[in-house]
C-alpha cells in the first residue's frame, strides 16, 4: 500500500458522499407550457421562489389566437 495512506493508521476510507457535498436546490425556477389547439395557442408559466424554509410561486395563463398578434395575459 502507498505510504501513509488511511488505511495504513487503521482508518477507514472515506467515500465521496461523505467528503463533499452538493446543494443542487435552485433559488428560483421558471416553466414554460405550451400548446397550440385548434388556432389558438395556450400557455401557462410558472415561477417558483424558493427563500429559506418558505417558497413562493405565480402563474400566468396566455391565450393568443395563432392569426393575429395580440396576446391575452391573467
Do not use: C
Not at 467528503?19 to 425556477?29: A, G, R, T
Not at 429559506?52 to 392569426?67: D, L, M, T
Amino acid at each position: 500500500m502507498m505510504e501513509g495512506s488511511g488505511s495504513d493508521r487503521g482508518e477507514e476510507a472515506k467515500t465521496w458522499d461523505e467528503m463533499y457535498s452538493i446543494d443542487l436546490m435552485p433559488s428560483e425556477l421558471f416553466l414554460k407550457f405550451r400548446e397550440q389547439i385548434h388556432g389558438h395557442r395556450l400557455g401557462l408559466n410558472l415561477e417558483v421562489t424558493v427563500i429559506g424554509a418558505g417558497s413562493e410561486a405565480e402563474a400566468a395563463k396566455i391565450s393568443r389566437s395563432v392569426a393575429s398578434s395580440s396576446l391575452t395575459k391573467e
